[in-house]
């Protein structure tokens, strides 16, 4: 297994990944509204491959909470074949590493808190993502001490990718 940036070439192929993985009608979900017409963080997209393709992948995008940039954490998937190896919490660990080494200070989800607890995920009362998304599975992790102090609000696209 191999661990690479995502590049336009994997986008296809990445898109089959979670087409497999999720329900039909993913890009209905709330998340997607935030990634629209946006570009997702390049140095962050990962994906790890073996000799028979892409068998995980994970994606960020920037967004904004009431001004505060953040990031993003979604979708991350795992091929069928491959789950229950630990290569979701690799891609998990290893980009979150990434994001704090370029500068990030919070990274947000929309996820089980049992599972993403884990990584330092937490449940993020008073921020609110587009409707119809259950706030007990919006969770953040600070990558800086007190990033998510007193950043309340709504969660809107940043179509500049800037922090």
């Known amino acids: 297994m191999q661990l690479f940036q995502e590049t336009p070439a994997d986008w296809w192929e990445i898109e089959a990944l979670y087409d497999l993985c999720f329900a039909p009608g ?4 709330s998340s997607y509204r935030l990634r629209d017409d946006v570009p997702p963080v390049a140095d962050l997209c ?16 920037p967004v904004c909470v009431a001004g505060q940039d953040a990031l993003l ?11 229950g190896e630990g290569l979701g919490g ?9 994001a704090r080494d370029a500068g990030w200070s919070r990274v ?6 049992p599972y993403y607890s884990r ?4 449940r993020l009362d008073g921020v609110r993502m587009p409707p119809p998304t259950n706030p007990a599975r919006i969770l953040g992790l600070a990558l800086q001490p007190g990033a998510w102090d007193r950043v309340r609000g ?8 800037a922090r």
């Open 90 to 98: 690799w891609l998990i660990r290893e980009s979150l590493a990434r």
């Open 154 to 161: 709504v969660v809107t696209r940043n179509p500049s990718n």
């Open 73 to 83: 954490l979604g979708p991350i998937a795992v091929h069928p074949t491959h789950q």
């Open 26 to 29: 993913r890009e209905a979900l």
């Open 119 to 122: 990584f330092g995920f937490f």
């Open 46 to 61: 990962l994906l790890l491959r073996d000799d028979s393709g892409v068998a995980a992948a994970i994606r960020y995008w």
């Open 108 to 113: 947000l989800l929309v996820g089980d808190e």
